[in-house]
């Protein structure tokens, strides 16, 4: 199946948590006191992280900063997302929310961050006409006013699924757009002077020259204009927010757009796709919202902690601790495996994994390697207690990312020579050491593959 592609503006999203029981002595507000600080991608990069729930490949295509801001959206998002960046002027935008209790009591938002009006690279372009479905998932910031973008997916949308979020201060959908998914707020900003659901569906769907319109309302569901009519789609009752606290619903249009786009892309029709996405919205404001999809940045005295493997060097760093690398392949994980990452991290604070990628191990192993997908390698590692984080490389040598990372110490398997690994000159040019840890005999990647295509 062909992949989804997400194309839109990603924001860094910051939960500072904590208590309020007494008010500031200056002024009659509330003090918080910070428990814990996560992060999340927001806008487009939250619509993809939610999409690779129900998609098997997603691609995100957004304007990403080289500040700190984006990389630490790059580490949220990969290795489930695959992220094509764009050039972004400006900063990464963050909005913060402050909460206490389950509430939250203020939002401060950073961050100029605005798409260029630069035309798509070439890969973008071969990208997006690959696409089996496309969502665009518009956060106001300037991508969807590009017209190199609105040319491109007028024409994909006369033959492949394309759905649109809309933001008030975003372009129009363009014409010929499969589906629309406006809020209700959002629906009637756009019509001043019509105020019910079914009634803006049907209009909207004509004033966008759309194929449906979906309006999303709340916890009612949503409704839906194609060409057989307007249809009310409720929330299934299994499928509602128990009890009686107010649900967290950020990040819920994001969850219907991005089921709807898959169910698309699965071959569903505008209503079945409509009725999965109000479904899985529900059950993503019942689990907890985006809330639960957040990363503990750990400790709240750190302004900016970060989640990615460089943020994380730096922070270590900062804070005086021993950074340990290791690098490979990590095709088809096995005990081997796991003994040298556990010695890995036992030498140090923090310990980043060197991962090639799918490009690199076939450069190194031949055609018919990797038999796992480089994201779905980097997915198996972080899922490991003793892994903190993985920086995928492009070349068949860790030396680049080694210069970028400079780790205090570069851990191999005792089967290599210290002597004889390439890498070992910039470690060391670094103020680094190499350490060579034993190594579980009989295990090895590709002793696994021959020993399976012999069987």
Not at 49 to 74: F, I, K, N, W
Not at 137 to 151: F, I, K, Q, S
Not at 219 to 242: C, I, K, M, Q
Not at 286 to 308: E, M, R, Y
């Amino acid at each position: 199946m062909r992949p989804l592609v997400v194309l839109g503006d990603t924001l860094l999203d910051v939960d500072a948590e904590g208590t309020a029981e007494r008010l500031c002595p200056e002024a009659p507000v509330p003090v918080v006191d910070l428990t814990a600080r996560r992060r999340r991608p927001g806008g487009a990069g939250l619509a993809a992280l939610l999409a690779a729930r129900s998609a098997a490949e997603v691609v995100l295509v957004t304007p990403l900063g080289a500040d700190e801001g984006g990389h630490a959206l790059t580490g949220l998002l990969e290795p489930d997302v695959t992220v094509l960046p764009l050039p972004l002027h400006g900063t990464t935008v963050c909005k913060t929310r402050v909460r206490a209790g389950g509430q939250s009591l203020l939002r401060l938002d950073s961050g100029d961050g605005t798409a260029t009006a630069e035309p798509l690279p070439t890969r973008v372009h071969e990208v997006l006409e690959d696409a089996g479905a496309i969502l665009v998932a518009d956060y106001g910031r300037g991508l969807t006013r590009n017209p190199d973008v609105r040319r491109l997916l007028r024409e994909l949308a006369e033959r492949i699924p394309v759905v649109w979020d809309p933001h008030p201060r975003g372009a129009q959908p363009v014409p010929g757009t499969g589906l629309v998914t406006p809020n209700l707020a959002e629906a009637r900003a756009v019509l001043a002077g019509h105020d019910e659901p079914a009634e803006l569906a049907k209009l909207l769907r004509g004033h966008w020259h759309a194929g449906a319109v979906a309006v999303t309302v709340g916890a009612r569901g949503a409704v839906l204009a194609d060409g057989l009519g307007e249809t009310h789609v409720p929330v299934p009752a299994a499928a509602r927010t128990p009890g009686h606290t107010a649900p967290d619903t950020c990040g819920a249009g994001d969850r219907f757009a991005a089921a709807a786009t898959a169910a698309l892309l699965g071959g569903a029709d505008p209503a079945g796709a409509v009725a999965t996405a109000v479904e899985a919205a529900a059950r993503f404001v019942a689990d907890g919202g985006a809330t639960a999809l957040s990363t503990n940045d750990g400790p709240v005295a750190d302004p900016q902690p970060s989640t990615d493997a460089f943020g994380l060097a730096d922070r270590v760093r900062a804070d005086g601790g021993r950074l340990i690398a290791t690098g490979g392949c990590f095709d088809l994980l096995h005990p081997g495996h796991v003994s040298l990452l556990r010695q890995a991290r036992a030498l140090g604070d923090a310990l980043v994994v060197c991962l090639n990628s799918d490009a690199s191990v076939r450069s190194l192993k031949g055609p018919g390697r990797p038999l796992v997908r480089d994201r779905d390698r980097a997915r198996l590692l972080t899922a490991l207690s003793f892994v903190d984080a993985v920086a995928v490389f492009d070349e068949t040598s860790p030396a680049a990312v080694l210069e970028r990372l400079r780790p205090d110490v570069w851990v191999k398997g005792g089967d290599y020579a210290a002597a004889d690994l390439p890498e070992r000159e910039v470690v060391e040019r670094h103020g680094g050491e190499v350490v060579l840890v034993p190594t579980v005999p009989g295990y090895s990647t590709s002793r696994l593959v021959a020993a399976a295509a012999s069987a």
